[in-house]
C-alpha cells in the first residue's frame, strides 16, 4: 500500500518555475514506479514523465520534454517534478501515481494503482 501526498502548486506567471513534491509513505515506495500526471478542465489525465524504483527516467512526454524534470529521494519516500518555464498551458491540477507492480506499461493511466489528491497549477499568461 503506498499513500501519496502532493504539495507545492500555486499560482505562478508564465516564465517562471515550480516545483512539486509528492510524499508517499507506505513499504513499497521504494520499488515503485513514480509518475506524474495532469488534468486540465474538460480534458483527459495526461502523464507527463514516469520515473523507474531506481531513479531511471522511462519517459516524458512531448508537451514538457526539456521543461520539465522528474526526480525521486527513496531515503525521503519523495518524488518532484521541476516544472520550469511554465507556460499558460500547464494550467491544470497535477498528480502523482504509483505503480508497485513496476510495469512495463508505464505511459498508461491504468497501471497505476495509488494516486494522489492533486495539486493545482496556474500559470498566468
Known amino acids: 500500500q503506498v499513500q501519496l501526498v502532493e504539495s507545492g502548486g500555486g499560482l505562478v506567471q508564465a516564465g517562471t518555475s515550480l516545483r512539486l513534491s509528492c510524499a508517499a509513505s507506505?513499504?513499497?515506495?521504494?520499488?515503485?514506479?513514480m509518475a506524474w500526471f495532469r488534468q486540465a478542465p474538460g480534458k483527459e489525465r495526461e502523464l507527463l514523465a514516469a520515473?523507474?524504483?531506481?531513479?531511471?527516467?522511462?519517459y516524458y512526454s512531448d508537451s514538457v520534454k526539456d521543461r520539465f524534470t522528474i526526480s525521486r529521494d527513496n531515503a525521503r519516500l519523495t518524488v518532484y517534478l521541476q516544472m520550469d518555464s511554465l507556460k499558460p498551458e500547464d494550467t491544470a491540477v497535477y498528480y502523482c501515481a504509483a505503480d508497485a507492480t513496476a510495469s512495463v506499461r508505464y505511459t498508461t493511466t491504468e497501471t497505476y494503482q495509488y494516486w494522489g489528491q492533486g495539486t493545482q497549477v496556474t500559470v498566468s499568461s
Open positions: 507506505g513499504s513499497t515506495f521504494k520499488s515503485s514506479s
Open positions: 520515473i523507474a524504483w531506481n531513479g531511471f527516467t522511462l
